[in-house]
């Protein structure tokens, strides 16, 4: 009779090899095109100049408003265009299930953490790639908490997150009304986008490039 000992740690490897198996067939494209997209998206993070701390630490003290005016807008018209891609067949999104305990508490913790880190997991790697130690540590401690939460998932943190209310989205709502429900929803937001007032939290470097009668503390 054969005895086989299961460790934590191959079940580590084996949540491991799972997750790059379902990442090699989802589909993304070729490695050329992911590696494009990568590198407009991290462009157009460093014009918008959302990666540096005083943006998003100043949107939590309500200083700043370019992140929310960016988020807002992204997210009013890529919702129509994404949602028209999927309905012709040239795109696809997998609906992950509502589980309010986690959505919760995760919630929290995670608007909490990019208050007092003043990065979020888009603008961190582009902070990191500009030599930002810092963020560095920080994205560490973020690598150690999801192993933490892989190693400890079904022990601690799925009892937390509680039962699944199934895949919920807004156009399932409103049958017979889903593409009239999107436009509407993205016209709405991106309206916001334009309304919300525009306010800047300046740091050292970026007062330094204005001119005096420019800078907030001549005026």
């Given at each position: 009779?054969?005895?086989?000992?299961?460790?934590?740690?191959?079940?580590?490897?084996?949540?491991?090899?799972?997750?790059?198996?379902?990442?090699?067939?989802?589909?993304?494209?070729s490695?050329?095109?992911?590696?494009?997209?990568?590198?407009?998206?991290?462009?157009?993070?460093?014009?918008?100049?959302?990666?540096?701390?005083?943006?998003?630490?100043?949107?939590?003290?309500?200083?700043?408003?370019?992140?929310?005016?960016?988020?807002?807008?992204a997210?009013?018209?890529?919702?129509?265009?994404?949602?028209?891609?999927?309905?012709?067949?040239?795109?696809?999104?997998?609906?992950?299930?509502?589980?309010?305990?986690?959505?919760?508490?995760g919630?929290?913790?995670?608007?909490?953490?990019?208050?007092?880190?003043?990065?979020?997991?888009?603008?961190?790697?582009?902070?990191?790639?500009?030599?930002?130690?810092?963020?560095?540590?920080?994205?560490?401690?973020?690598?150690?908490?999801?192993?933490?939460?892989?190693?400890?998932?079904?022990?601690?943190?799925?009892?937390?997150?509680?039962?699944?209310?199934?895949?919920?989205?807004?156009?399932?709502?409103?049958?017979?009304?889903?593409?009239?429900?999107?436009?509407?929803?993205?016209?709405?937001?991106?309206?916001?986008?334009?309304?919300?007032?525009?306010?800047?939290?300046?740091?050292?470097?970026?007062?330094?490039?204005?001119?005096?009668?420019?800078?907030?503390?001549?005026?």
């Open positions: 009779m054969q005895i086989i000992v299961k460790t934590a740690g191959d079940d580590f490897a084996s949540r491991m090899a799972q997750m790059f198996e379902t990442v090699i067939h989802e589909g993304h494209g490695l050329v095109l992911v590696f494009l997209i990568g590198v407009i998206f991290g462009g157009i993070i460093q014009y918008t100049r959302v990666d540096k701390f005083e943006k998003i630490a100043g949107f939590a003290m309500l200083k700043d408003t370019i992140v929310p005016k960016m988020l807002f807008l997210i009013g018209l890529s919702s129509i265009g994404l949602y028209f891609m999927i309905e012709a067949g040239y795109a696809h999104y997998h609906v992950k299930p509502i589980m309010w305990g986690g959505l919760i508490i919630g929290i913790l995670f608007g909490t953490s990019m208050a007092i880190f003043g990065k979020c997991p888009g603008t961190g790697p582009v902070s990191i790639a500009e030599g930002r130690i810092d963020v560095l540590v920080g994205a560490i401690g973020g690598l150690l908490g999801g192993l933490v939460f892989t190693l400890y998932y079904d022990d601690i943190f799925k009892p937390i997150m509680g039962e699944s209310a199934g895949k919920i989205t807004l156009p399932s709502l409103f049958p017979g009304h889903e593409h009239m429900v999107v436009l509407i929803f993205g016209i709405v937001v991106t309206i916001v986008a334009i309304l919300i007032p525009k306010k800047e939290l300046f740091d050292e470097a970026d007062l330094s490039k204005l001119p005096e009668d420019q800078r907030p503390d001549r005026q």
